[in-house]
Protein backbone atom coordinates (compact mmCIF):
# COMPACT_ATOMS: atom_id res chain seq x y z
CA UNK A 1 0.00 0.00 0.00
CA UNK A 2 1.30 3.45 -0.75
CA UNK A 3 1.11 6.88 0.51
CA UNK A 4 -1.95 7.95 -1.70
CA UNK A 5 -3.86 5.08 -0.60
CA UNK A 6 -3.14 5.85 3.61
CA UNK A 7 -4.23 9.10 2.51
CA UNK A 8 -7.50 8.23 1.14
CA UNK A 9 -7.96 5.96 4.05
CA UNK A 10 -7.49 8.60 6.62
CA UNK A 11 -9.59 10.87 4.34
CA UNK A 12 -12.44 8.55 4.52
CA UNK A 13 -11.76 8.08 8.60
CA UNK A 14 -12.02 11.76 9.43
CA UNK A 15 -15.34 12.23 7.05
CA UNK A 16 -16.86 9.38 9.00
CA UNK A 17 -17.90 10.55 12.77
CA UNK A 18 -18.78 13.84 11.25
CA UNK A 19 -20.97 12.07 8.60
CA UNK A 20 -22.51 10.08 11.24
CA UNK A 21 -22.92 12.88 14.17
CA UNK A 22 -24.75 15.07 11.17
CA UNK A 23 -27.26 11.89 10.59
CA UNK A 24 -27.78 11.85 14.47
CA UNK A 25 -28.60 15.77 15.01
CA UNK A 26 -30.78 14.97 11.76
CA UNK A 27 -32.77 12.28 13.32
CA UNK A 28 -33.00 14.30 16.30
CA UNK A 29 -34.14 17.20 14.49
CA UNK A 30 -36.65 15.40 12.38
CA UNK A 31 -38.48 14.48 15.82
CA UNK A 32 -38.17 17.68 16.87
CA UNK A 33 -39.90 19.22 13.75
CA UNK A 34 -43.05 17.11 14.42
CA UNK A 35 -43.50 17.25 18.44
CA UNK A 36 -41.82 20.98 18.31
CA UNK A 37 -42.49 24.63 16.51
CA UNK A 38 -38.48 23.74 16.57
CA UNK A 39 -37.33 23.37 12.81
CA UNK A 40 -33.47 22.80 11.79
CA UNK A 41 -34.21 20.09 9.53
CA UNK A 42 -33.56 22.33 6.31
CA UNK A 43 -30.31 23.46 7.96
CA UNK A 44 -29.23 19.79 9.05
CA UNK A 45 -30.38 17.66 5.85
CA UNK A 46 -28.17 20.02 3.92
CA UNK A 47 -25.16 19.73 6.32
CA UNK A 48 -25.61 15.86 6.44
CA UNK A 49 -26.23 15.68 2.84
CA UNK A 50 -22.91 17.83 2.20
CA UNK A 51 -21.18 15.31 4.89
CA UNK A 52 -22.85 12.26 3.20
CA UNK A 53 -21.74 13.09 -0.37
CA UNK A 54 -17.89 13.53 0.86
CA UNK A 55 -18.04 10.33 2.58
CA UNK A 56 -19.32 8.48 -0.69
CA UNK A 57 -16.51 10.58 -3.00
CA UNK A 58 -13.84 9.27 -0.26
CA UNK A 59 -15.23 5.87 -0.29
CA UNK A 60 -15.07 5.43 -3.77
CA UNK A 61 -11.76 6.67 -4.15
CA UNK A 62 -10.39 4.57 -1.12
CA UNK A 63 -12.14 1.05 -2.91
CA UNK A 64 -10.41 1.98 -6.05
CA UNK A 65 -6.91 2.77 -4.53
CA UNK A 66 -7.39 0.17 -1.71
CA UNK A 67 -8.39 -2.53 -4.06
CA UNK A 68 -10.70 -3.39 -1.69
CA UNK A 69 -13.11 -6.06 -2.54
CA UNK A 70 -16.95 -5.82 -3.17
CA UNK A 71 -17.34 -7.47 0.87
CA UNK A 72 -15.58 -4.97 2.35
CA UNK A 73 -16.42 -2.07 -0.04
CA UNK A 74 -20.07 -2.65 0.71
CA UNK A 75 -19.02 -3.00 4.37
CA UNK A 76 -17.78 0.54 4.68
CA UNK A 77 -21.07 1.89 2.06
CA UNK A 78 -23.11 0.04 4.45
CA UNK A 79 -21.68 2.03 7.81
CA UNK A 80 -22.86 5.41 6.31
CA UNK A 81 -26.62 4.21 6.04
CA UNK A 82 -26.74 2.79 9.44
CA UNK A 83 -27.26 5.25 12.04
CA UNK A 84 -24.15 5.18 14.09
CA UNK A 85 -22.29 3.13 11.58
CA UNK A 86 -19.58 5.90 11.00
CA UNK A 87 -18.33 5.16 14.45
CA UNK A 88 -17.67 1.64 13.57
CA UNK A 89 -15.97 2.38 10.06
CA UNK A 90 -13.87 5.00 11.70
CA UNK A 91 -13.27 2.80 14.19
CA UNK A 92 -12.14 -0.03 11.75
CA UNK A 93 -10.35 2.44 9.20
CA UNK A 94 -8.25 3.45 11.75
CA UNK A 95 -6.88 0.40 12.48
CA UNK A 96 -6.44 -0.44 8.94
CA UNK A 97 -4.56 2.78 8.23
CA UNK A 98 -2.49 2.12 11.21
CA UNK A 99 -1.24 -1.29 10.07
CA UNK A 100 -0.93 0.17 6.21
CA UNK A 101 1.59 2.67 7.91
CA UNK A 102 3.14 0.65 9.94
CA UNK A 103 3.87 -2.01 6.96
CA UNK A 104 4.86 1.42 4.41
CA UNK A 105 7.18 2.52 7.09
CA UNK A 106 8.64 -0.78 7.16
CA UNK A 107 9.32 -1.04 3.77
CA UNK A 108 10.85 2.21 3.36
CA UNK A 109 13.17 1.30 6.22
CA UNK A 110 14.43 -2.07 3.81
CA UNK A 111 12.68 -4.15 7.07
CA UNK A 112 10.97 -6.48 5.20
CA UNK A 113 10.09 -6.89 1.22
CA UNK A 114 6.43 -6.92 1.17
Known sequence: ?????????RRLRLVSAPEAISFLVLLVCSV????TDFNAVPVMGAVHGALFVAYVLFWADAWNRAKWPLKTAAYYFLM?????GGFFAERSLRRVEEDSLIA??????GVVNA
Open 80 to 84: SVIPL
Open 104 to 109: LRARRE
Open 32 to 35: LKRT
Open 1 to 9: MDLKTVSAL
